[in-house]
């Protein structure tokens, strides 16, 4: 019951809203029936108090004749002189019952007015009541009244209200039924979701919902199948990065260890063979440091606690003294590093340590990947954009794996970077800096035929 509140509210308000609109409609239509039951009697006694008037004006109709009249008629008949004396009456009212009789009425009844009232007896009956002038020689000597009941009138209206009411409850009862089945109809999703939400807070992230409509309520549950995807795809990767970060670590911490061992033990014949050995441990020391450094980088930019020292960069200057610096490598591998600009070189807006970073990424990338050809480099500037290029004919990258690159830790062949000397986090740093900076990162590659990477920055304003 208590996860059906909702339902228990909304059905109490279209109730609630259904049972006035109902007993303002039941009343509007009794008040209806009842003025208009009222108006036709008081209309009709008049007419019969203006025949009796005709009948005891005329000669021919005596005092006898005029009670079978009324009594045919269902009617109570009072007439009365000008010194207020009953000369005759008939039905329940006799001489000496006279309340309705007020000498105000009687005056405006000789002087030729008729008067007409609604007369209520102590005893609780009610009668319409209508005077009329009797005239002797054109002049009003007498008054009659004609008193009909009201009995009929509420017979009638009673006859009228018994179906109203049952109607009434009829439609309360229809309502309460189509309330019941809206409010569950629209209270069930909510429920649902309710679990399902539950559910995904209990860690059961593989939890979906099957609602499939157009309306706010399937927008939302798109909303919770969406972030409970999210929210897997999180912990996914979460496991998976704690498990790439020990592998990572493992590795050159096991080489350190043994290595560290082999020259303890002095197990080795030559000084040559001695300085291999050092000359592992001085690369896995750097391996180790580079790692750490980029995962402490890979951090404070998911916390988005990465400050950018955002100045005006000359881009041609920074990227051919990184080019210089990768240069050492690429002659070493015998591939020739080629760097050409287009366009009116402009500063550009941009942290300056950053960006050497993102472009000695790129290069190093290119250049541990590449073992014959060469390599481009180059900045372009239209009026619109900066694009830098850095284009290599090495070993390239399959198809089906270009769109995970990115992704912390992806290695297009696991070996293939450890090969090289990889952390598999170079990357996913580049991306994060070069979208913190207002930049898009695109790559082509064509596996055995070289790789692309492609870095837009849209000019704002510039020097
Ligand atoms: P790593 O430090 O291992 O190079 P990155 O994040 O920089 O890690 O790159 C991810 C993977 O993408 C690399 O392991 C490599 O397989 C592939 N890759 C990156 N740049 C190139 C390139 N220029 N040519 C071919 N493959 C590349």
Redesign the pocket.
Known sequence: MKNNRIALKLGFIIIMVFLIVLVFLGLSIDRLFTSFYFERMRTENEELGSHFAVMAQSDSTSGEMMKTFAEFSNVSILNVNANSEVILHSGTHDSSDRNMIRSSDLDRILAGETVNFLYSEPSGVRYFVSGQPIYEKDIATSALYVMSSTKKMEQSLQAVRKPLILSGIGAFLLALGITWIIAQYLSRPLLVMQQATRKIAAGELETRLDMKSNDELGSLAQAINDLAADLQRYRDTRQEFFANISHELRTPITYLEGYSQVLRQELYDTAEEKNKYLEIIHDEALRLQHLVEDLFDLAKMEEGKIDLELDWVNMSELTQQVVRKAELKSIEKGLSLKYTENGTMKKIRADKKRMEQIIL??LE??V???EKGEINVSLTYTSSAFLFV?E?S????PEDEIPY??ERF????KS??RQ?G???????I?KKLVELQGGKIKVT?QAGQ??R?EIEFIRQSSR
Not at 422 to 428: A, D, E, P, Q, Y
Request: net charge positive; aromatic share 14%.
């Open positions: 990424n790129l990338n290119a541990r990947y590449t850095v290599d090495g070993i390239g990258i690159i990115f992806y290695r297009v062949e293939r970077s090289f990889g952390t598999g986090l170079g990357l996913s580049v590659s070289g790789t990477f």
